[in-house]
């Protein structure tokens, strides 16, 4: 008998209409997930 462990493989990110990013990650089992994160406020920094 073997048990599965999801892998979170990052599809991609997004800014949500509300100032958040979003991240998408995936299995490849087919499961999903979303992820906001709030993002402080101020100045951006410079690289």
């Known amino acids: ?7 979170r493989l ?3 990110y997004a800014v949500t209409e509300d100032g ?5 990650s995936s299995c490849h089992c087919g ?3 979303e992820t906001t994160y709030q ?4 100045e951006p ?3």
């Open 20 to 24: 958040q990013l979003l991240e998408r």
């Open 1 to 7: 008998m073997s048990v599965h462990v999801h892998v």
């Open 39 to 42: 993002v402080d406020e101020g």
């Open 10 to 12: 990052t599809d991609g």
């Open 45 to 47: 920094e410079s690289i």
């Open 31 to 33: 499961a999903a997930w």
